[in-house]
């Protein structure tokens, strides 16, 4: 049973500014995991932006936005060997999963230059 749906979208040149002016803010936003993969890719703050937007998707499919708790790191976009986009839920986000009986998390993101978009399916 689907428990909830969520979708965002953002620009790619919003996300770039906000991680070269701001000092800290990428380790705060996204796992090594992430940081990694994206800074292996020739056009990084695409797949930044993208998983910036499944981080948000992932929220608003909770229904929770950031009123319970849950920090963006505890939201990580993994790729499978296929270069399947997978979610690993940490922390305070897998406590409320838990909690609402949530199973198994979906999630697709796509992007272009300019921008990112993303949608997360929980079911129960």
């Not at 965002?8 to 002016?21: G, H, Q």
């Not at 910036?52 to 976009?77: P, Q």
């Amino acid at each position: 049973m689907i428990f909830g749906v969520g979708v965002d979208i953002i620009e790619v040149a919003r996300v770039e500014d906000k991680l070269t002016r701001t000092p800290g803010l990428k380790e705060k936003l996204y796992t090594p995991v992430e940081i990694a993969y994206c800074e292996s890719k020739k056009f990084p703050f695409q797949h930044y932006a993208a998983r910036f937007a499944a981080k948000e998707a992932f929220l608003k499919a909770l229904g929770t936005g950031w009123s319970r708790g849950v920090r963006f790191s505890e939201i990580e976009v993994r790729n499978l060997e296929s270069g399947q986009p997978v979610l690993e839920i940490y922390g305070r986000a897998r406590e409320l999963c838990q909690e609402e009986g949530i199973t198994r998390f979906y999630v697709t993101l796509s992007h272009l230059q300019t921008k990112a978009v993303a949608t997360v399916i929980l079911e129960k």
